[in-house]
């Protein structure tokens, strides 16, 4: 385990699933594949520390969790960070600015490289 690690798994029910663990500072999110196992982590958890369980998680670390039940048991879900990109757009001031209507440097079916560099005025570097 380096000192940096955030992310972890681990059995802690013999011969159950494993649970998978993410923390950062006293931010924690936790799944599994079995009820009991989180349940089980949750008491575990709790014995050592005031914990608030806040229920199925919807956004960590700038991440937006979309979840979707499906009707044969299964969940999936959705990850983002459009939000995370909409606050930065605003705080920058970005937001008022108008959508650029220049192509990207990359045109579907070419190698980047192939691409002819389009040099700049020094006075439209700053508009960029």
Known sequence: MSPNSC???????EGGPPIYI?????NIIYFS????????FEELL???VSVDFMGQVSHFLGIEFAWQHHPDGNIS????????AENLIESL???????????TPYR???PIDSIPTEVL????HDAL
């Open 108 to 110: 579907s079916g070419l």
């Open 77 to 84: 879900v959705s990850l983002t960070q459009q939000s995370f």
């Open 7 to 13: 992310l972890f798994n681990g059995n802690i029910i």
């Open 46 to 48: 709790g014995n050592l």
């Open 93 to 103: 001031g970005f937001d008022t600015l108008n959508a650029s209507s220049f192509a």
């Open 22 to 26: 993410a923390i950062y500072v006293d």
């Open 33 to 40: 594949t079995s009820d009991s196992v989180e349940k089980k």
């Open 121 to 124: 005025p020094a006075s439209q």
